[in-house]
């Protein structure tokens, strides 16, 4: 397809799971996900991705496909979805800075300065005995945060498991995604002897998170509940959390500091190698000492996966990503004959 002097590939695909990834609200065999490509009069070639949150009650890939074919057909039809926007904001400035040879991260802030970023261990929800075999895993590759996903019966036991095997100096954060509901006053109570770094979305709603914020001294961290600039503002005003934590695709930018209202950190919505590249490079713009010193980024889950979509190997040192090198813009090359097996 063309628009204007662009050449526009919309390419749906999906990424397998070395093992389910369950959650407090559900279970995926594989990720979907799409790729959005541009290349225009020079053949110089641009890439976005936009994840679908379907897991989370969000837009489906069929409906994020549409909005990407339709953008491509009309250019004046700006995707409403945030994933679709996601892959075309990243793909329009992969483009730019393509073309003015500077990688993202300096288009997106002259000011910054390359460095690596610190990623978490992304567990998946089981039994005790399962998330500590995991967490071991990972801490054999380096990682020292974990992160675990955690509904309200299982949480206290699988942090007190964790702490139990991996001693004091491992940090502990626990991923609700909302489902806590009226046991999260009392699950922060319990939770407070482990040494929990932060929960990420006990509840959903700002006005319920505050009320908990107000009650506990664990971080109380909003996911789902904090999308755009103004719900940063009111959550920074209703005193709802101490940071927040950003998906490029749940808030359909690259402007990850939310307008500077909270202190914000990136994790990944399980993206390919485009989304955790973008992610890298929008991290070089935000503070490293908030939300406090040597944050942790949700943003080594591509391990997770079967397939490597990346031409140069996994984007993660063990526990760190650094912003691809190879070349300008997002720096990243696919493997074209994994991604024609993974399209759909």
């Known amino acids: ?9 919309v390419i749906p695909f999906a990424l397998s799971f070395r093992r389910p990834y369950v959650t407090a609200t559900g279970a995926l065999e594989r990720r979907q996900s799409v790729l959005l490509r541009l290349r225009d009069e020079n053949g110089i070639t641009a890439l976005g991705e936009g994840v679908p949150m379907s897991l989370r009650g969000g837009d489906t890939i069929e ?4 909005e990407l074919e339709a953008w491509a057909a009309d250019p004046s039809q700006f995707p409403s979805t945030p994933p679709a926007r996601c892959a075309v904001v990243t793909a329009l400035a992969d ?40 967490c071991e895993e990972w ?17 206290v036991e699988l942090a007190a498991s964790v702490r139990s095997a991996l001693g004091p100096q491992a940090k502990i954060r626990l991923d609700a995604n909302g489902t806590w509901g009226t046991e999260a006053a009392t699950l922060l109570a319990e939770l407070e002897s482990t040494g929990i770094e932060l929960v990420e979305e006990a509840v959903t709603g700002l006005a319920d998170l505050a009320v908990l914020a107000r009650g506990t001294d664990i971080p109380l961290v909003a996911d789902e ?28 930018s690259l402007e990850a500091t939310l307008g500077g209202h909270l202190p914000t950190y990136l994790s990944s919505a399980l993206d390919g190698p485009v ?22 980024h949700g943003l080594a889950t591509g391990r997770l996966f079967v397939e490597e979509l990346s031409a140069d190997g996994p984007l993660t040192t063990l526990n760190e990503l650094d912003p691809p090198a190879n070349g300008f813009g997002l720096g990243v090359e696919l493997d074209e004959g994994i991604l024609a097996a993974c399209r759909l």
Do not use: Y
């Open 1 to 9: 397809m063309e628009t204007g002097p662009l050449s526009v590939e």
């Open 63 to 66: 409906r994020v496909v549409s």
């Open 95 to 134: 483009l730019e800075a393509r073309r003015e040879e500077v990688p993202l991260w300096k288009l997106l802030d002259p000011a910054a300065s390359r460095r690596k970023i610190r990623c978490n261990a992304t567990i998946t929800a089981g039994d005790s005995a399962d998330v500590v075999s995991q």
């Open 139 to 155: 801490a054999a590759d380096g990682f020292d945060v974990f992160k675990l996903k955690a509904g309200p019966g299982e949480a």
């Open 225 to 252: 509940s904090v999308n755009d600039p103004g719900q940063a503002a009111d959550a920074l005003v209703e005193g709802s959390c101490s940071a927040v934590t950003v998906k490029l695709s749940k808030i359909g």
């Open 275 to 296: 989304g955790i590249a973008a992610a890298a490079h929008v991290a070089q713009t935000l503070d490293p000492s908030l939300p406090w010193p040597d944050m942790a």
